[in-house]
């Protein structure tokens, strides 16, 4: 488990992520549904951000209804460098880096269509 110096530190860089990949700075490729990867050449580097859905960990009663006290769904996000993991954070160690981790799994998606939308127009007769 991360201290909350480490949660702020990964939240912070986690932020600069999400803003890189909407200016187009990191640009990712869709490996699966759930998954997506950056790469850079040199040096060699690599990153994967992965959805993983999950059952509902508890139910309760609140106001006489079921509710869901975990919603099902969990994020990670993994660094390599040229053959090693070097880093591995998994949403479902903090409630605060698996919103962020969706976040940013939201701005590539939307990123990814906004291309597949372009490329649709480019390719259509005018």
Known sequence: MSTPQEINELSAELDAIKVSTEAGTLEWVKANPATFVWARPLPPARMTLQRIETPPTAVVMLRGQPTVVHRGKRFVLQAYDAANLRLSIDGGESEELNQKMEQLFDVIMS??????????????PK
């Open 111 to 124: 990123v990814q269509s906004r291309k597949g939308i372009e490329f649709l127009k480019s390719i259509l």
